[in-house]
């Protein structure tokens, strides 16, 4: 089973490694270099989440649909290549969008819209078979390698990235973009290889769910309610920060496109390392305290970003990244912890896809309100700075709020209210 895991962890570092050139990248060199709105980057930015709402629809037609006798393989292949295509032609979308707006702009939905799709149709069928191969007992084994690899190739595409594009000009751009997209293809394909087993004709499916059965667990129950604006709140604070984060640097400190790379670098070993220790914290500590830990650390790590605009200090800048990667890699492993707990026997994948559906939707909240409200706020003001200030304070706040709403979830209730009739159930029983 580990060549198993391994090969899954090898197409979710594919499929992630598509996002890093565009949320580390391509981002800043859009908004800085080119000066395009963060507003417009942000929405091409988030087309994957925009889209995500079709993961149900997808999940449910591989489930019954499959090809050659694979339910999978084929639909994550599909995914895959056009993420890849996405990443290989984005920095062309981007130079030409500079020169010829109209032009540029249809070409970037396409391009970026090609890259939101293959995202969706490879995540929701590559995870679909992680829970399929492993069982029950080894989901989070799984989890935890696919998840290990991903921050990892995360780390690595970073720094190769800034190694690539040093210095920086639109050729070493869009070769860097180019050798990415091949690593992602090669690795992808590497994982696919053999790992699916052929469905048989007898073999039944997965029972399906759509989004309003989705929405519906979610409201009735008190808990799965505040959980899910919980998540929200969270990731769109945490996760909304990836297309200004790396602006800022540039704007504030005056960093290269090299420099402002490498943050992702550094956020994402800080994220791994707090991984490791919010696994060694398992079943040592509550999941609760481990997500407080995670939720104060990330708004430690904005406010003092806020701080590190204000008077302009590089180092106390970094000092913000490390306490967001660290507050980010412990609210990851509590909050899926939680995650799993706020689940049903037999409606496991109702409510996965539902806290799934939260994600998509928090990411696309926390990216495009970023890019308006630093649009917004700095056509007000005439200072760029002073948006991404007002957008970090936001995502401070919202980090605030939504660690005051932890207190609020409990698992115990909410299995209660799962499995204890309503009132009007108990008076209809009664009356029998």
């Known amino acids: 089973m580990f060549l198993k895991r391994f090969q899954l962890g090898l197409i979710h570092v594919a499929v992630a490694m598509t996002l890093v050139p565009i949320n580390s990248t391509l981002n800043r060199v859009m908004i800085k270099e080119l000066a395009i709105s963060a507003t417009l980057v942000a929405i091409l930015a988030s087309l994957p989440y925009l889209f995500a709402p079709i993961q149900v629809a997808i999940g449910s037609y591989s489930d019954h649909h499959p090809i050659l006798g694979f339910r999978r393989t084929p639909y994550i292949l599909v995914g895959l290549v056009l993420c890849v295509l996405g990443v290989l032609v984005s920095p062309q979308v981007a130079f030409l969008m500079a020169k010829n707006f109209p032009l540029g702009l249809l070409a970037g939905l396409l391009a970026f819209g090609a890259w939101g799709m293959g995202y969706n149709l490879s995540a929701v069928s590559y995870l679909s078979l992680a829970s399929e191969l492993s069982g029950e007992n080894g989901r989070g084994k799984t989890i935890a390698t696919m998840w290990f690899m991903m921050i990892t190739s995360i780390i690595l595409t970073a720094i190769g990235l800034s190694r690539m ?197 928090s990411r696309l909240t926390g990216s495009i309100l970023g890019g308006v409200v630093r649009d917004v706020v700095t056509q007000a003001t005439g200072v760029a700075l002073s948006g991404y200030l007002v957008v970090f304070s936001i995502e401070a706040l919202m980090l605030l709020i939504a660690a005051i709403m932890l207190y609020r979830i409990d698992v115990n209730a909410f299995q209660k209210q799962v499995h204890e009739p309503s009132y009007v159930e108990k008076v209809a029983l009664a009356a029998e």
């Open 165 to 361: 594009v040093d210095p920086y000009t639109p050729e070493a751009l869009i070769r860097a973009f180019g050798y990415v997209a091949g690593s992602a293809l090669i690795l992808g394909l590497l994982g696919l290889i053999r790992l699916e087993p052929r469905a048989s004709a007898s073999s039944t499916a997965s029972e399906s769910y759509t989004v309003k059965q989705m929405t519906s667990a979610i409201t009735a129950n008190p808990v799965a309610r505040v959980f899910f604006i919980y998540l929200l709140l969270l990731l769109a604070a945490i996760l909304g920060q990836d297309v200004l984060l790396e602006p800022f640097g540039a704007e504030a400190f005056g960093m290269t496109v090299t420099q402002t790379t490498r943050i992702t670098s550094i956020w994402g070993t800080f994220v791994l390392l707090a991984i490791i220790v919010a696994g060694f914290l398992e079943g040592r500590v509550s999941k609760r305290l481990v997500a407080q830990l995670g939720n104060t650390g990330a708004l430690l790590g904005f406010i003092v970003i806020v701080i590190s605009g204000i008077f302009l200090s590089k180092h106390v800048f970094y000092t913000g990244v490390t306490l967001l990667g660290i507050g980010t890699g412990l609210s990851t492993v509590a909050n899926l912890s939680l995650m799993f707990d706020l689940t049903v026997p037999g409606m496991v994948g109702l409510y996965i896809g539902a806290w799934g559906f939260s994600n998509a939707l």
